[in-house]
Nanobody, 120 residues
Framework: QVQLVESGGGSVQAGDSLRLSCAAS????????MGWYRQPIGKKRDLVAT???????RYTDSVKGRFAISRDTAKNTVWLQMNSLKPEDTAVYYC??????????????WGQGTLVTVSS
C-alpha cells in the first residue's frame, strides 16, 4: 500500500513556528509535483503550497512571506516551514505527492492529515 507519513503538527501560540514533514516510499523517477493543502474545520480543502520537480513553488496569498515549501525528491520528502503562525492557519494539513505513470495521466497520493492549532 502506498501511503504518506506526516509529522510536525501540533498546538502552538500565534507568532510561533512549525515545520511539517511528509515522506513516502515511492519510485522517485515517477514523482512530479508535491505539496500541502489544508482544511479548516467546517470549510473546504484549499491549496497552501506546491513545489514542482524542478523546484518551482506556488503559495496561496494568505501564507506568502510566512510559509516556505521545500523538497528532497531523492528521499521522496516534502517540508512546509510555517512561521508567524496565525489563528486563521488552524486546519488539518494534508500532504500530496503526484505520480506521473509512464503510460500517461497522473495519480494523487494523499496523507491522512495532521492537525495544526494556533491559539491567539
Amino acid at each position: 500500500q502506498v501511503q504518506l507519513v506526516e509529522s510536525g503538527g501540533g498546538s502552538v501560540q500565534a507568532g510561533d513556528s512549525l515545520r511539517l514533514s511528509c515522506a513516502a516510499s515511492d519510485i522517485t523517477s515517477l514523482i512530479g509535483s508535491m505539496g500541502w493543502y489544508r482544511q479548516p474545520i467546517g470549510k473546504k480543502r484549499d491549496l497552501v503550497a506546491t513545489i514542482s520537480r524542478d523546484g518551482k513553488t506556488r503559495y496561496t496569498d494568505s501564507v506568502k512571506g510566512r510559509f516556505a515549501i521545500s523538497r528532497d525528491t531523492a528521499k521522496n520528502t516534502v517540508w512546509l516551514q510555517m512561521n508567524s503562525l496565525k489563528p486563521e492557519d488552524t486546519a488539518v494539513y494534508y500532504c500530496l505527492q503526484v505520480l506521473i505513470p509512464p503510460g500517461g495521466g497522473y495519480l494523487e497520493i494523499w496523507g491522512q492529515g495532521t492537525l495544526v492549532t494556533v491559539s491567539s
